[in-house]
């Protein structure tokens, strides 16, 4: 049943993604690039981000800890959406073959990993799974109010839009 709940929520999670990257679109190249007063700066530099968290969550999840020091995903390897949008894709392909490998048991373990400090943590891995997608979803809504603000609105990104196949 964990299975089903949280395959639901990476489902939505792409659906979301996919809704701002498309919104995305009919940004100017300079839009997409500017900087921005968000936390993690504009548009691009927001969406890198998250991109970023998935790919260290999911690398942490399958026994890897990237290091500092380690080449990582830097928002200067993506000049424009296009190449955000194919790097993204491959690792949502990525995340959702690793889903596809737990059970019900192994998601009510927990997970040993080191940050890119180093520093040791344990953590639920149902936990770590779930938080991918709340993280995903806090830039979303900040890259959504960047979007609209420019006239380019993703509309609805609503967990209950995406769950009525609106």
Not at 37 to 44: A, E, F, S, W, Y
Not at 48 to 55: G, L, R
Request: charged fraction near 25%; proline fraction near 3%; glycine fraction near 10%.
């Amino acid at each position: 049943m964990l299975l089903e709940h949280l395959q639901d929520l990476y489902d939505y999670n792409y659906w979301a993604r996919d809704r701002i990257l498309n919104a995305c679109e009919g940004l100017t190249a300079e839009q997409f690039l500017a900087g921005g007063d968000h936390p993690h700066g504009g548009l691009r530099d927001t969406l890198v981000h998250a991109f970023f968290a998935e790919w260290l969550w999911r690398r942490r999840c399958m026994g890897e800890s990237p290091q500092a020091g380690e080449k990582m995903i830097d928002a200067g390897d993506y000049p424009d959406l296009t190449s955000l949008r194919l790097s993204w894709t491959k690792e949502e392909q990525a995340m959702q073959a690793y889903l596809q490998t737990l059970t019900e048991d192994s998601l009510a373990g927990a997970l040993k990993y080191k940050t890119t400090r180093g520093d040791p943590y344990e953590d639920s891995l149902l936990g770590i799974l779930t938080h991918v997608v709340f993280h995903g979803m806090q830039h979303r809504a900040e890259a959504a109010q960047m979007l609209t603000r420019l006239g380019h609105s993703p509309g609805n990104i609503d967990l209950i839009v995406y769950l009525r196949g609106e």
